[in-house]
C-alpha cells in the first residue's frame, strides 16, 4: 500500500500542471505541515535570559575565544566551525574533543531547537550545555570512547576560575560584561558565560530551506524527485522520530530498535544515555539528530563512521525501521534531505581584544 501510494505521488508530481498534479501536491503537503515546521526568520527568545544587542555581541566574542580554554588553544568555534555548517568535518573530532566526549560533533546550527544538548542528552539547553562543558579541562576528564565520563569537580571548579581570571586582566571584557548585564554587582561570572555565548548560538539557525518554501506554498521549491522523497520519508517512517522544526532533535531513541547496525556504527563500549541516566532502558539510546543541512554536517552517527549520506540512510532504515531501501529509494530520500539546507549565517570574524598585562 505505502509503497503503490509513493509510485503514484512520483507519477502525478512528474505530470507537471493538472488537477491530479495539484491534488497529490496539495495532499503531500498537508501531511508534511502535520509532521514537521519551517525555521523562523529571527532567533527565537531563550526563557530567562532576554537578548539585547550587547549580549550578542559579546556571546560572539566569547564563541570564538581561545582564551576561555585550559591551554588557550580552542575555542568553541575550533568544534563548531561555522564555515562548515556548526560541525568540524572530521572523523569523531579529532583533538581535544575526541578525547573528552569520543563521539562525533553536532551541528551549532538550529541547536536552539533541539530538546537538549550532546548526543546523550546531558544538558537541558544552550546556557547549561556552555556552563557545563568540559572542553576547557582535558585532565578533568578521563579519555574513553563515548563511555561514562569521570569528571572531577575539583579540577573543574579550578578551571572555570581560571578562566574568570584571565578575562578580567582584558578591560574590554570587563566592560563588556557590565554592558550586557547591567545592574548586576558582578557581572563577569561564569554564567553570564555562558548566558552571553547561548544567546549568540541561538542566532545560528539557518531558515529558507527549498523544503522550508515549499512547505509554506512555493510549489517550485522542491523538483518531482525531491517531492518523491519526502512522500518516502513519510512513508517509511523516518518522520515518527525525524520531525518538527528541527527534522529532529527532539526526542531519544535505541540506536537498533531493529536490527544492531554493527560494531563501526554503534561501538558497544559506548552506551548513549544510560552513562547519564543509569536507567537500564536507556542502554544504547541516544538523542534523534536533527536533520536540518544534514548534507552539509558529514561525518554521520555519533561515531562519524560514515561520509556517505546515502549509505547512513540505508543503515538507519534497516536498523531503526527493518526496511531494506532499494538504491533508488535512498537515492531519492537523500534529494529531499538536500532541501534542508537553509540560508547558512553569515558571520563577521571579531576581532579579539588583547591584554594590557
Given at each position: 500500500?505505502?509503497?503503490?501510494?509513493?509510485?503514484?505521488?512520483?507519477?502525478?508530481?512528474?505530470?507537471g500542471a493538472g488537477?491530479?498534479?495539484?491534488h497529490a501536491e496539495?495532499?503531500?503537503?498537508?501531511?508534511?505541515?502535520?509532521?514537521?515546521?519551517?525555521?523562523?526568520?529571527?532567533?527565537?527568545?531563550?526563557?530567562?535570559?532576554?537578548?539585547?544587542?550587547?549580549k550578542v555581541a559579546?556571546?560572539?566574542?566569547?564563541?570564538?575565544?581561545?582564551?576561555?580554554?585550559?591551554?588557550?588553544?580552542?575555542?568553541?568555534?575550533?568544534?563548531?566551525?561555522?564555515?562548515?555548517?556548526?560541525?568540524?568535518?572530521?572523523?569523531?573530532?579529532?583533538?581535544?574533543?575526541?578525547?573528552?566526549?569520543?563521539?562525533?560533533?553536532?551541528?551549532?546550527?538550529?541547536?536552539?531547537?533541539?530538546?537538549?544538548?550532546?548526543?546523550?542528552?546531558?544538558?537541558?539547553?544552550?546556557?547549561?550545555?556552555?556552563?557545563?562543558?568540559?572542553?576547557?579541562?582535558?585532565?578533568?576528564?578521563?579519555?574513553?570512547?563515548?563511555?561514562?565520563?569521570?569528571?572531577?569537580?575539583?579540577?573543574?571548579?579550578?578551571?572555570?576560575?581560571?578562566?574568570?581570571?584571565?578575562?578580567?586582566?582584558?578591560?574590554?571584557?570587563?566592560?563588556?560584561?557590565?554592558?550586557?548585564?547591567?545592574?548586576?554587582?558582578?557581572?563577569?561570572?561564569?554564567?553570564?558565560?555562558?548566558?552571553?555565548?547561548?544567546?549568540?548560538?541561538?542566532?545560528?539557525?539557518?531558515?529558507?530551506?527549498?523544503?522550508?518554501?515549499?512547505?509554506?506554498?512555493?510549489?517550485?521549491?522542491?523538483?518531482?524527485?525531491?517531492?518523491?522523497?519526502?512522500?518516502?520519508?513519510?512513508?517509511?517512517?523516518?518522520?515518527?522520530?525525524?520531525?518538527?522544526?528541527?527534522?529532529?532533535?527532539?526526542?531519544?531513541?535505541?540506536?537498533?530498535?531493529?536490527?544492531?547496525?554493527?560494531?563501526?556504527?554503534?561501538?558497544?563500549?559506548?552506551?548513549?544515555?544510560?552513562?547519564?541516566?543509569?536507567?537500564?532502558?536507556?542502554?544504547?539510546?541516544?538523542?534523534?539528530?536533527?536533520?536540518?543541512?544534514?548534507?552539509?554536517?558529514?561525518?554521520?552517527?555519533?561515531?562519524?563512521?560514515?561520509?556517505?549520506?546515502?549509505?547512513?540512510?540505508?543503515?538507519?532504515?534497516?536498523?531503526?525501521?527493518?526496511?531494506?531501501?532499494?538504491?533508488?529509494?535512498?537515492?531519492?530520500?537523500?534529494?529531499?534531505?538536500?532541501?534542508?539546507?537553509?540560508?547558512?549565517?553569515?558571520?563577521?570574524?571579531?576581532?579579539?581584544?588583547?591584554?594590557?598585562?
Open positions: 500500500m505505502r509503497h503503490s501510494l509513493v509510485a503514484s505521488v512520483f507519477a502525478l508530481l512528474s505530470l488537477a491530479g498534479a495539484a496539495d495532499a503531500l503537503r498537508d501531511r508534511a505541515k502535520g509532521l514537521f515546521e519551517p525555521i523562523p526568520q529571527s532567533a527565537p527568545a531563550l526563557p530567562g535570559n532576554p537578548a539585547t544587542p550587547e559579546l556571546g560572539k566574542m566569547l564563541y570564538f575565544e581561545p582564551r576561555l580554554s585550559d591551554r588557550r588553544d580552542m575555542a568553541c568555534a575550533t568544534c563548531h566551525n561555522l564555515s562548515m555548517s556548526g560541525v568540524d568535518g572530521g572523523l569523531l573530532s579529532g583533538g581535544h574533543n575526541a578525547q573528552l566526549a569520543g563521539r562525533e560533533v553536532l551541528t551549532v546550527l538550529n541547536a536552539v531547537f533541539n530538546k537538549s544538548q550532546y548526543w546523550d542528552g546531558r544538558t537541558a539547553d544552550l546556557q547549561d550545555q556552555v556552563v557545563n562543558s568540559v572542553m576547557a579541562n582535558p585532565k578533568a576528564v578521563l579519555k574513553t570512547r563515548g563511555g561514562p565520563m569521570a569528571i572531577n569537580p575539583a579540577e573543574l571548579a579550578a578551571t572555570k576560575q581560571r578562566e574568570i581570571e584571565q578575562l578580567k586582566t582584558i578591560p574590554y571584557y570587563v566592560e563588556a560584561f557590565k554592558k550586557a548585564f547591567p545592574g548586576e554587582a558582578d557581572p563577569l561570572v561564569y554564567d553570564n558565560i555562558g548566558r552571553a555565548i547561548a544567546v549568540f548560538e541561538a542566532t545560528l539557525i539557518t531558515p529558507d530551506s527549498p523544503f522550508d518554501r515549499w512547505l509554506t506554498g512555493d510549489d517550485a521549491a522542491l523538483d518531482s524527485t525531491q517531492k518523491a522523497g519526502l512522500a518516502l520519508f513519510i512513508d517509511k517512517g523516518c518522520a515518527g522520530c525525524h520531525n518538527g522544526v528541527n527534522v529532529g532533535g527532539a526526542s531519544y531513541a535505541k540506536f537498533g530498535v531493529v536490527a544492531n547496525p554493527g560494531p563501526e556504527h554503534l561501538p558497544p563500549e559506548d552506551a548513549g544515555r544510560y552513562a547519564v541516566t543509569r536507567n537500564k532502558a536507556d542502554r544504547y539510546v541516544f538523542k534523534v539528530p536533527s536533520l536540518r543541512n544534514v548534507e552539509m554536517t558529514a561525518p554521520y552517527f555519533h561515531t562519524g563512521s560514515t561520509f556517505d549520506l546515502k549509505k547512513a540512510v540505508a543503515v538507519m532504515a534497516e536498523a531503526q525501521l527493518g526496511q531494506k531501501l532499494s538504491d533508488d529509494e535512498a537515492t531519492t530520500i537523500v534529494a529531499f534531505l538536500k532541501t534542508l539546507t537553509g540560508k547558512q549565517p553569515e558571520i563577521v570574524l571579531p576581532v579579539l581584544p588583547p591584554r594590557d598585562n
